[in-house]
C-alpha cells in the first residue's frame, strides 16, 4: 500500500536555528511529493510540490529533495523564525491514477523567539 | 477568490442525531475531497468527486457515513446517527483538475458529538 512516515512528532527550536523535518515514503513508482502546512484554525496549505522531473522544491525559504534512492522527502530551512510555528504534513499523491492524498502523521514545529 | 467555503464552522451534536456539512468549492475547481482530521489518526482520505461524480468512497465508513455532490457549487458529507467517535474535524478541498495538483483546503467543520 501507500504510507507516509513522519517520525518527529514534535520540533522545538530558536528563532534562526536550522530546520530539518524527516518525511520518508512506500509507492509503487514514482509519486508526486508536497509539503503542506497548516496553521490553527485553518486547513492545510501547500508549501511546496516536488516530481520526478523537477526533483527539488523550495517556498519561502523552505527547501525539499526527492531522493528516489532512499524514498525520502526530507523538508529543511537555514533559518527559522516565529512565524514558521505551525503543523508541517508530507504528502504522497501515487501514479496509480488514484489522486487521494496521502498523509504523514504531522510535525508541529514550535519556534521560540 | 473566497477559497473553499465550508459551513457551518462548528456544529455539536447528541448521541444518534444526524449532522450534514456542507462544503462550496472554488469556482471552476473540477474536484472534491473530503478528509477527516483527529489528533489519534491524523489526516484521513474518506471521498472524492470530479465533475460531480462519486470517484472514491473508499475511506467512508459504509453504514453511516454519505457524500454527495448535487451541483457544481456545492458538496455535502451526512452522517446519521452520530457517535462520539465521530468528533472531528471534517476538510473539505477542490482542484482544478483531478490529478497529482494542489488541493485547497478549506477550514474545516469540527463535529462534536456529545
Known amino acids: 500500500g501507500n504510507s507516509v512516515t513522519q517520525m518527529q512528532g514534535q520540533v522545538t527550536l530558536s528563532e534562526e536555528e536550522f530546520l530539518f523535518i524527516n518525511c520518508t515514503y512506500s509507492?509503487?513508482?514514482?509519486?508526486?511529493l508536497f509539503w503542506y502546512v497548516q496553521y490553527p484554525g485553518e486547513g492545510p496549505q501547500l508549501l511546496l510540490k516536488?516530481?520526478?522531473?523537477?526533483n527539488k522544491g523550495s517556498s519561502r525559504g523552505f527547501e525539499a529533495t526527492y531522493d528516489k534512492g532512499t524514498t525520502s522527502f526530507h523538508l529543511q530551512k537555514a533559518s527559522v523564525q516565529e512565524s514558521d510555528s505551525a503543523v508541517y504534513y508530507c504528502?504522497?499523491?501515487?501514479?496509480?491514477?488514484?489522486?487521494?492524498?496521502?498523509f504523514g502523521a504531522g510535525t508541529r514545529l514550535k519556534v521560540i523567539a | 477568490n473566497a477559497g473553499v467555503i465550508q459551513t457551518p464552522r462548528h456544529k455539536v451534536t447528541g448521541k444518534g442525531q444526524e449532522a450534514t456539512l456542507w462544503c462550496e468549492p472554488i469556482s471552476g475547481h473540477s474536484a472534491v475531497f473530503w478528509y477527516r482530521q483527529t489528533i489519534v489518526q491524523g489526516l484521513e482520505f474518506l471521498t472524492y468527486f470530479r465533475n460531480q461524480a462519486p470517484i472514491d468512497d473508499s475511506g467512508m465508513p459504509k453504514e453511516r457515513f454519505s457524500a454527495q455532490m448535487p451541483n457544481q457549487s456545492h458538496s455535502t458529507l451526512k452522517i446519521q446517527s452520530t457517535q462520539p467517535q465521530d468528533s472531528a474535524v471534517y476538510l473539505c478541498a477542490s482542484s482544478l483538475e483531478l490529478g497529482p495538483y494542489e488541493q485547497y483546503f478549506g477550514p474545516g467543520t469540527r463535529l462534536t458529538v456529545l
Open positions: 504528502v504522497l499523491v501515487p501514479n496509480t491514477g488514484n489522486y487521494k492524498y496521502v
Open positions: 516536488v516530481t520526478t522531473a523537477n
Open positions: 509507492t509503487t513508482g514514482y509519486p508526486t
